[in-house]
């Protein structure tokens, strides 16, 4: 298999879109415009005319190259309107050029675990949108149905005209304080997906206000053919105790119901999250996280 590196400046962005665009199972991550806005530099392995394509994100530090994820990216990896096999993810694992020298990377759900590198299991939660409104509901926990009475009864009403300024000073006082490596430079980030997204037509924002019409839980959410991903879900206090967040995301699948999308929920590995996603009927999917250390000895240390 001939596998090319390619730069950013040398990327075809049409083609590559087109690739992840269509690609099995797998999330809109690896777009250009998204890489762009989340970090500062990433190349590319490319296969033909871009038929399998998988990004690499770039970090330097101390002189090293290192490979990171990205804030507010779940999911990397291959990309293909194929099945790939065991024997395609380890090639392209292999052609990651060898100057950078620390790989931490989550692959996407439709990639096999590689042969080599510290291997970790993560979980994602996908609800199947096909069934109509009242079947999926059916299958709501019991959880799940009090927050969202709760809601209803304290008259709590969605907001659809959020401006982005709106959400991201929301969710960098509600929500970015309890994220490790938080800091002002992802409070732009956030701003800019949420702007391109907006240009392409591809993200929308949504909320939730009490009867002071104040805002009490936002969310920004991209718009992919084959899913609805849940990314940046912000609440704050009052939002908790009144079950903000599962009126939101039940209004969300009352709307998009017999849909041929999933709602993608993006997951936890907190089982308070884990559980009242997964209170809403969606079933795990499992991708996996590798990290292959080749640092020089003496900075293994400070990279575990």
Same mark, same amino acid.
């Given at each position: ?26 999330? *809109? @991550?690896? @777009? ?15 296969? $033909? ?5 998988? +990004? ?5 530090? %101390?002189?090293? /190259?290192?490979? %990171? ?9 291959? %990309? ?5 096999? /065991? ?66 009864? &304290?008259?709590?009403?969605?907001? &659809?005209?959020?401006?982005?300024? =709106? !959400?991201?000073? !929301? ?5 970015? +304080? ?9 409070? @732009? ?10 240009? @392409?037509?591809? $993200? ?20 992919? +053919? =084959? ?5 940046? *879900? ?6 908790? /105790? =009144? ?36 209170? !809403? ?6 991708? %996996? ?7 020089? &000895?003496?900075?293994?240390? !400070?990279?575990?």
């Amino acid at each position: 298999m001939d596998i090319k590196l390619q730069r950013r400046a040398e990327i075809d962005d049409k083609r590559w879109n087109g690739c992840v665009h269509f690609a099995l199972g797998a999330p *809109p @991550y690896a @777009y250009t415009w998204f890489l762009d806005n989340v970090c500062e530099d990433w190349l590319g392995l490319v296969v $033909g005319e871009y038929k399998i394509v998988m +990004p690499i994100v770039l970090g330097k530090k %101390y002189g090293i /190259q290192y490979n %990171y994820q990205p804030f507010f990216t779940q999911q990397l990896g291959i %990309y293909s309107d194929r099945a790939l096999s /065991q024997n395609t993810i380890d090639a392209f694992m292999a052609a990651i050029p060898k100057e950078i020298k620390y790989i931490a990377m989550a692959l996407n759900e439709s990639n096999y675990p590689p042969t080599n590198g510290e291997i970790t299991e993560r979980h994602n939660f996908l609800l199947d949108l096909k069934p109509d409104y009242l079947d999926l509901k059916q299958k709501y926990s019991g959880n799940v149905l009090r927050k969202i009475r709760k809601a209803e009864k &304290t008259n709590l009403t969605i907001e &659809t005209m959020l401006k982005p300024e =709106q !959400f991201a000073d !929301f969710y960098r006082q509600h929500t970015a +304080p309890k994220i490790d490596g938080f800091r002002d430079k992802h409070y @732009y980030t956030i701003l800019r997906l949420v702007y391109k997204a907006l240009q @392409y037509n591809m $993200g929308f924002l949504i909320g939730v206000k009490n009867e002071e019409q104040e805002l009490v839980a936002a969310n920004f959410l991209v718009n992919h +053919p =084959q899913r609805l991903i849940n990314l940046l *879900p912000s609440s704050n206090e009052e939002g908790n /105790q =009144q079950g903000a967040m599962a009126f939101l995301m039940d209004y969300l699948i009352s709307k998009n119901a017999g849909s041929y999308k999933y709602l993608d929920f993006e997951g936890s590995m907190l089982k308070g999250v884990a559980q009242f996603y997964g209170g !809403f009927g969606a079933k795990s999917a499992n991708y %996996y996280h590798v990290k292959v250390n080749l640092l020089p &000895t003496f900075l293994r240390i !400070f990279k575990k």
